[in-house]
């Protein structure tokens, strides 16, 4: 039950876009659809972004996108904005019926 | 309003025990799976334990498994988890979140309660 690879830390310039991965293996990740975003503000619980792998909850801004590609999965922010400035974590069902989460990414927005 | 709202936390010596719980509302709680999400201070989420709708399944992480047991009272729209033989590094804040069917993901989520385990 190996946590999923995600970069510790990206950034960007408001109204920028920017990419965080997460790199899992053929039974997690690359095996299913159940791969999913939350993001979480300091002290706050998280909240979901995109589940499914690119499908975003009623109420989640059109600017959070999701992707993936063989064992990695891609959550992209486009058009930052000073509130997106939190940690994200992915997380995936895996082939032994547990749910895995990354180590988390903490977005800076400059 | 849908709403998870977690109990129970403190401080225990190693060794000790804590039963957490977790009150739902807002939705029909017996149609849902529920899981436990730990997070010890400074670091990432980390799945703890999952329980099917009517409780005839549970897993859990290799981390606590033998020592952690996830339960539910359907009638009591409550999700618990019976800590045994705690650890240092079982010190965190303890989330329940639910699981529907249709999404595979984490929808809704508790505010969390802190456990800490120190002498």
Redesign the interface.
């Known amino acids: ?1 190996s ?1 999923l690879t995600q970069p510790a830390s990206v950034s960007g310039s408001p109204g920028q876009s920017i990419t965080i991965s997460c790199t899992g293996t053929s039974s997690d990740v690359g095996g ?3 791969v ?1 975003w ?1 993001q ?1 503000h300091p002290g706050k ?4 972004m995109i ?2 792998v690119s499908k975003r ?1 009623s109420g989640v801004s059109n600017r959070f996108s999701g992707s993936k590609s063989g064992k990695t999965a891609s959550l992209t922010i486009s058009g930052l904005q000073a509130e997106d400035e939190a ?1 994200y ?1 992915c ?1 995936s ?1 895996t082939s ?9 990414t903490k977005l800076t927005v400059l | 309003e849908v709403q998870l709202v977690e109990s129970g936390g403190g401080l225990v010596q190693p060794g000790g025990s804590l039963r957490l719980s977790c009150a739902a509302s807002g939705f029909t709680f017996s149609n849902y799976w529920m ?1 436990w ?1 730990r997070q010890a201070p400074g670091k ?4 703890v334990s ?1 329980i099917n709708s009517d409780e005839s399944s549970t ?4 981390s606590v498994k033998g020592r952690f047991t996830i339960s539910r009272d359907n009638a009591k729209n409550t999700l618990y988890l019976q800590m045994n033989s705690l650890r240092a590094e079982d010190t965190a804040v303890y ?1 329940c ?1 639910r699981v529907p069917s249709y ?5 809704i ?4 309660t802190m456990v800490t385990v120190s002498s």
């Open positions: 039950q946590a299913y659809k159940y999913s939350n979480q619980a998280p909240k979901l589940y499914d909850p940690d974590y997380s069902y032994s019926s547990t749910w895995v989460f990354g180590g988390g | 899981h999400v990432g989420l980390v799945w999952r897993t859990y992480a290799d989330y979140a999404l595979g993901a984490f929808d989520w508790g505010q969390g």
